[in-house]
């Protein structure tokens, strides 16, 4: 100890050990960030500086932030950061004092005073060792309890309030159930899982045990996952929004006066009374997620919701229903009255499982077959068919495609499987009974300008298109390019005779279809037709308040490691 401090040889081996278990782990970012928040406090320990616990907290970022300047993207590096600092900050020193009866070893064996003797020190002395370790154990035991789950709860209490307006900005749900999951799991995960799968590496027994550990936990927070209101999804604020609520939940942590945190309760509201903002009566306004090969396009009314398409499968495990859609409509709080699937392929039809699964209440329309696997999650779905419209806040809705004849597979509504209509469907290509969808607004009230028409073609064809115009097709002002822009679609009277001014394409980045075809995109560009690509512009945004602009999210969001060329 002469030569090196005790307590730095604790703090260095300390760091050591969690370096250890940063690798061991899988060397992962938040182990990182933390293994970097350490060394940060171990250098100033030992350089024997006396920092604010705030500068401490402070340089801990900036270390974090020299190793991985791309950390303050991530939600973990704010969650992590504010959660330590709300701790920090909400220290209190008035927890349980230990009991009255805890004395140290010296107290316990010394003589309390000359006028009473040395027999009573000589005896506590002599007394049998195990006696005295268990006179004292027992009152330590005790108050260690008591102030380790005193601690923990009010440390779980505070990180989650005060971290709630920050998981409601990332996440757009707040959970309900996580504080009283955290005060179970993290201590069982701690004391006994993480201790055996260490001791595995020198004993592969350990493992078994600690799978073991695992299952029971794994069960109870699955239960505790499902029970009502386990979790409340609210649209995801912008994020000024985001800041006053996490200064007012702060307030609410931290040892203020009550009338302090009164006076920062208004802070929350806004954040739980936020809605996204909607199209006025008799507009729609249509969103064009980026899904990639693929459609799936959100149309919104003053107070109805449409999904058509449910865009591509990427995998086994993944599908633009988990990675995209379901987010998207918890971000922006919206409850689907329809979730139209134009056709069964699979890039228009791979995320609906997950769609239907979080949005219960939707309806499901399609032309998929009877027995498609989709409809056991709907059995009360319909089919589409000509002729079928609705009227929604002034927007009117008309079915155009598949025709309805006692031959095609959308004839019967109510067929049961092996009718003729399924029969029919076996023998037709899943692209020529692709719905077609058109969407015309102000159909009520024309003093608020003329109808502004879109049309959602799916994946039809040319025989399909020529079908169409015989039956008359009026222009329409947004078109999504029908098949993601194959060279069997978009042909020239079918783009004459709807004349559009804007046309969407939804394709993957260099797919290997190779959508859009040059000979279509120059059929466009000769008709004098803006074409968007969803590959340059992303997620587009179109309203028919403003017919003649398109949000694209890459351009409005734009960020300064994307290629400026691929916007052009």
């Not at 993207?73 to 209190?92: C, D, I, K």
């Not at 027994?205 to 239960?223: C, F, H, N, S």
Request: proline share 8%; net charge neutral.
């Amino acid at each position: 100890a002469l030569h090196w401090p005790a307590v730095h040889v604790g703090a260095v081996l300390g760091w050591c050990l969690a370096a250890f278990y940063a690798l061991f782990s899988g060397w992962g970012v938040p182990a990182q960030r933390t293994l970097w928040m350490l060394l940060a406090v171990v250098v100033l320990k030992i350089s024997a500086r006396q920092w604010h616990a705030s500068l401490i907290w402070l340089l801990a970022g900036a270390v974090v932030l020299l190793f991985d300047p791309w950390a303050l993207l991530q939600p973990g590096f704010w969650l992590s950061f504010v959660a330590v600092g709300v701790l920090m900050a909400t220290e209190r020193p008035d927890l349980p004092k230990p009991p009255a009866a805890f004395k140290s070893p010296l107290q316990v064996a010394t003589p309390t005073g000359t006028e009473r003797g040395s027999e009573r020190g000589t005896e506590l002395v002599l007394q049998p060792f195990w006696h005295r370790t268990g006179a004292l154990a027992r009152p330590v035991l005790g108050w260690l309890g008591a102030l380790s789950a005193l601690r923990l709860w009010r440390e779980q209490a505070t990180i989650t309030l005060a971290l709630a307006p920050l998981t409601l900005l990332f996440f757009g749900q707040v959970s309900l159930v996580g504080l009283l999951a955290n005060v179970l799991a993290i201590p069982w995960v701690t004391l006994v899982v993480t201790p055996l799968a260490m001791l595995g590496v020198v004993w592969s027994g350990a493992w078994t045990a600690a799978l073991w550990a695992l299952q029971p936990m794994a069960w109870l927070l699955g239960e505790m996952a499902a029970w009502p209101m386990a979790s409340v999804s609210l649209p995801m604020p912008p994020l000024g929004l985001s800041v006053l609520a996490l200064l007012g939940a702060t307030a609410w942590v931290l040892p203020l006066p009550l009338s302090w945190k009164l006076l920062c309760l208004p802070l929350l509201w806004p954040v739980l009374l936020w809605e996204q903002p909607r199209p006025a009566s008799g507009q729609f306004e249509l969103l064009a997620a980026d899904v990639g090969q693929g459609n799936a396009v959100l149309v919104r009314t003053a107070q109805h919701s449409l999904l058509y398409d449910a865009g591509p499968r990427y995998s086994a495990e993944s599908d633009a229903g988990h990675r995209v859609l379901v987010p998207l409509l918890a971000q922006m709080g919206e409850q689907l009255d329809v979730l139209m699937l134009s056709h069964r392929d699979s890039d228009h039809t791979g995320g609906a499982a997950a769609v239907l699964a979080m949005q219960p209440q939707a309806a499901l329309w399609s032309s998929l077959e009877d027995e498609h696997l989709l409809h056991t999650l709907r059995p009360n779905w319909t089919r589409c068919q000509a002729g079928q419209s609705w009227l929604w806040d002034g927007v009117l809705f008309e079915v155009l495609h598949p025709p309805v004849t006692g031959s095609d597979p959308g004839s019967d509504p109510g067929s049961d499987p092996g009718t003729a209509a399924t029969a029919g469907m076996k023998k037709t290509k899943p692209n020529a009974v692709s719905c077609v969808l058109r969407i015309s607004s102000n159909v009520n009230d024309r003093v608020n300008g003329p109808s502004v028409v879109a049309l959602l073609a799916g994946d039809i064809e040319a025989a399909q298109e020529a079908a169409l115009v015989q039956a008359g097709l009026s222009p329409v002002h947004w078109l999504l390019v029908p098949h993601h822009g194959s060279k069997t679609s978009s042909t020239g009277p079918f783009l004459q005779a709807l004349q559009p001014r804007l046309a969407l394409v939804q394709a993957g980045y260099r797919n290997r279809y190779g959508h859009p075809a040059p000979p279509v995109l120059a059929r466009y560009r000769d008709q004098g037709i803006q074409l968007v690509e969803s590959t340059r512009c992303g997620a587009a945004t179109w309203q028919s308040a403003a017919p003649e602009k398109v949000r694209c999210e890459r351009v409005e969001s734009l960020r300064y490691w994307h290629h400026a060329s691929a916007l052009k």
